[in-house]
């Protein structure tokens, strides 16, 4: 009997891989029957990106339907350009190629941001994971008003202040822009809202655009699509996932 290829889903930063729960949940309730992982990014203080990669390569199965979200999916991006064959499927939740802005970039985040988040981690990690658990919610009116939302956000935070540090060089340094000229060998799915105000729903375009993914766009969304959008999410995955198989 062959094994179902496994579904990995990458978390984003700053939280567990718990905050993947929803989907989860959604994907089983819609009837996939593919195993369904959420391991931790390996974000081991001082490594870079190739070695990250790698260390993925060594916990993941063979083959997967790859999915991430926010430098989840950053990550999600770079791995299946590097080992294309390990990779049945890739959805990308709220990501981009590029996180920071750069002279050519202009759909990032300035230096600013990540200045002060460094700052904020080094004085008062929970704070900063809770002006983030606002700032992801923004674009989003019923998601920004949502007291329970914001506590659901909260018990999934990462408590693990080096690998917050080791997350936000990752999200300074990765950009897999140039690799992005080469196709890839699986289907893409691309789902963002069109209210982000983390990733510009520009990125998710210009993803589109570079390697022929097929983009679903959440009306009035934010970044917390795995919150706030499970079911509609569990959904477009699973159309996506059930075309690959």
Not at 9 to 16: D, I, Q, S, T
Not at 27 to 56: C, F, K, R, W, Y
Not at 85 to 97: E, G
Not at 146 to 174: C, K, Q, V, Y
Request: charged fraction near 15%; include cysteine; glycine fraction near 6%.
């Amino acid at each position: 009997m062959t094994h179902p290829t496994a579904i990995v889903l990458l978390h984003g930063w700053g939280f567990r891989p718990t905050v993947c729960q929803g989907i989860t949940d959604a994907l089983v309730q819609n009837g996939m029957d593919h195993p369904i992982l959420t391991p931790e990014l390996p974000l081991i203080p001082g490594s870079t990106l190739e070695t990250t990669l790698a260390q993925l390569a060594y916990d993941l199965p063979q083959e997967s339907h790859l999915i991430g979200w926010s430098l989840g999916g950053e990550m999600a991006l770079a791995f299946a350009l590097r080992y294309p064959d390990r990779v049945k499927s890739l959805a990308l939740i709220s990501a981009t190629p590029c996180f920071m802005n750069q002279a050519d970039w202009p759909h990032g985040q300035p230096n600013t941001l990540l200045d002060d988040f460094d700052n904020r981690l080094a004085n008062d990690a929970a704070a900063l994971l809770k002006r983030f658990g606002l700032l992801i919610r923004h674009g989003d009116p019923q998601a920004s008003k949502d007291r329970a939302l914001a506590d659901s956000l909260l018990a999934h935070t990462e408590p693990n202040t080096s690998r917050l540090a080791s997350g936000l060089n990752f999200l300074r340094s990765i950009d897999s822009r140039s690799a992005c000229t080469q196709a890839l060998s699986c289907p893409l799915l691309i789902i963002h809202g069109d209210s982000d105000a983390v990733v510009p729903i520009a990125a998710a375009q210009w993803l589109q655009n570079a390697l022929h993914g097929n983009l679903y766009t959440v009306t009035a969304a934010s970044h917390a699509l795995p919150l706030t959008h499970a079911a509609e999410i569990g959904q477009a995955l699973r159309t996506h996932i059930a075309s690959a198989s």
